[in-house]
């Protein structure tokens, strides 16, 4: 009980500092992808990329652009991985194995930051800043560009499906959105303590009579922008619970902050792209109380946790930092499990059973609650999408949503991305459960060890990229499957949104009718939210049932 007047001070610092920053954000994120201008440091870039910012792409086109730039990631950053022992400030660190290599790339161009690996032991400066640093501010650009398009092709009036210039939107999140951010983010985070430095392993005497390698390096510039950008990709092994990536409390609030900032922000840019700001708050508002029962369900389980231990303590401390705290770190566990993060500052696989299962939950709901830069936005259009349907279905009219007609084709893009994911995570954790190689890399039998294997399939296929720290990821196996689920979970709804986008954007705006079911009352804030919870349940209910719900119960 010692922990709630804290714990509620927290939340209430956190909500009205997003309250003070979403709405500026949105503003300056529907201005980027709106605006007709190019700054002059974008002119250069177009000219250095050779492409025209302000020819208007089809939504194939559009789609070609990203899979081509992130398959270009992908190679350089396996390329990078291989060659590590040969550039500079490699710390004397080995190459990385081709699967661990191929595993890393896909991981930081989907934004997924999976970690096989323990980043202090096994990259080099080079790597950490010009590979996954940087990958962390293109592969958030990715998703945000997309969810432009998204908007545009729900706000235009009829055309050939053109939703944009990715190449602009691209250019413009990361010039103008990411870089500034991030960079205050960074100076912000040394003040807190965060180490940012070039220095190599330093010995020191452990109290033991020990010897340790600690590495410094550059931390702040990277953890800025990995929850700036929902990346998650710690530094360290340790992530966000390492002192030298998250020293304080206030540096633990900072970083929940930078995870939901964005997210949040894009459905308040979406009510300004498509001229009607009510729907945009109507989004933010399922996001907001989505996020909201997450973190009272987990808070509640970490500080009321079963046995006589956590009672005594007042909470189940296992695998928590304790200058965090038990409601800290829930705190956490939700937001990044709610966005596309998976950064932790605690160890998931020590969260109690029901704790647990809301985490995995989380990544379930499709991660909308706020969900990722880009991704989470999108997601929550599409179950919008859902929700006008089923409800035009109820009362026998054509449904519409921002006077956009849903019809046959538009259903059909509809349900291949609301069923893409939960095929990817069903048949990855059956390949996983099943094979020799996927039994191998568990720790746990029984109930918990079932949650591990899911816990891992759901987090790749969601591209969250938080993990159970009791399985054994770093094989030939987990690798290659982790690293397709990482990579169809990404690009397969991405291609099916864009050709949404086309659909819509070929579509006259509609009038609204008197039929017309109004999208942004509190009716639909309340439908919304429960179409999300029941196609997740329908789908997960079993094998949350064998897992997290038989643990808790035994």
């Given at each position: 009980m010692s922990e709630i007047v804290p714990t509620l001070l927290q939340v209430a610092v956190l909500v009205a500092a997003l309250a003070l920053?979403?709405?500026?954000?949105?503003?300056?994120?529907a201005h980027a992808y709106t605006s007709p201008r190019h700054l002059a440091v974008e002119r250069v870039t177009y000219r250095v990329l050779r492409v025209d910012p302000d020819a208007d792409q089809h939504w194939r086109t559009y789609a070609m652009s990203v899979l081509g730039f992130s398959l270009v990631g992908v190679l350089v950053l396996f390329a990078f991985g291989r060659l590590q022992q040969h550039l500079p400030l490699s710390l004397g660190f080995a190459a990385l194995p081709p699967d661990g290599a191929w595993n890393t790339a896909v991981s930081f161009v989907t934004n997924t930051n999976w970690q096989w690996y323990s980043g202090e032991a096994a990259l080099g400066h080079l790597m950490q800043m010009s590979g996954l640093t940087v990958q962390n501010f293109l592969s958030a650009g990715v998703g945000m560009a997309v969810a432009a398009a998204f908007a545009r092709g729900l706000a235009r009036r009829g055309g050939a499906g053109r939703v944009g210039n990715f190449w602009a939107d691209l250019v413009r999140t990361v010039l103008r959105v990411l870089l500034p951010i991030a960079l205050v983010a960074a100076v912000l985070l040394v003040a807190t303590g965060v180490v940012q430095n070039l220095?190599?392993?330093h010995l020191v005497d452990t109290l033991t009579g020990g010897h340790q390698a600690i590495t410094g390096g550059p931390v702040a510039s990277q953890e800025a922008i990995k929850e700036l950008g929902t990346n998650g990709g710690g530094f360290y092994n340790a992530n966000s619970a390492h002192p030298f990536e998250?020293?304080?409390p206030l540096s633990n609030l900072f970083e929940i902050f930078l995870i939901?900032?964005?997210?949040f922000a894009m459905a308040w840019a979406f009510g300004l792209i498509v001229g009607d700001r009510r729907q945009g708050v109507a989004v933010?508002?399922?996001?907001g109380l989505l996020l909201a029962v997450s973190v009272a369900l987990l808070t509640w389980a970490e500080m009321a946790g079963p046995g006589t231990a956590p009672q005594l303590a007042q909470g189940a401390l296992e695998g928590k930092e304790q200058r965090f705290g038990t409601a800290?770190?829930?705190?956490?566990?939700?937001?990044t499990t709610g966005t596309s993060t998976g950064a932790v500052n605690t160890m998931h696989d020590s969260l109690t059973a029901p704790g647990g299962g809301v985490a995995l939950f989380n990544m379930m709901l499709g991660e909308i609650a706020p969900g990722g830069v880009g991704s989470g936005l999108y997601g929550m259009l599409v179950l919008a999408v859902v929700t006008v349907f089923l409800c035009g279905l109820m009362v026998g009219r054509t449904p519409e949503y921002l006077g956009k007609?849903?019809?046959?084709?538009?259903?059909?893009?509809?349900?291949?991305?609301?069923?893409?994911?939960?095929?990817?995570?069903?048949?990855?954790?059956?390949?996983?459960?099943t094979a020799s190689d996927g039994l191998a890399g568990l720790q746990e039998s029984?109930?918990?060890g079932l949650t591990e294997a899911v816990y891992a399939v759901t987090s790749a296929s969601n591209n969250n990229g938080s993990a159970f720290g009791g399985l054994t990821s770093g094989t030939p196996f987990w690798n290659t499957l982790l690293g397709l689920c990482m990579l169809l979970g990404r690009f397969l709804p991405m291609v099916v949104v864009l050709a949404l986008a086309g659909r819509f954007a070929t579509q006259p705006r509609l009038p609204a009718g008197a039929g017309t079911l109004p999208t942004h009352r509190p009716l639909f804030v309340v439908l919304l939210a429960g179409v999300a919870l029941v196609v997740v349940g329908l789908t997960y209910v079993p094998v949350l049932a064998l897992g997290p719900i038989v643990e808790s119960l035994s």
């Open positions: 920053t979403v709405p500026p954000l949105g503003r300056l994120l220095a190599g392993p998250n020293p304080t939901l900032l964005v997210p933010l508002t399922v996001m800290g770190s829930a705190l956490f566990a939700a937001a007609k849903i019809g046959q084709r538009e259903i059909v893009l509809v349900a291949a991305y609301v069923l893409t994911t939960p095929v990817l995570v069903l048949v990855g954790s059956a390949v996983a459960l029984g109930p918990h």
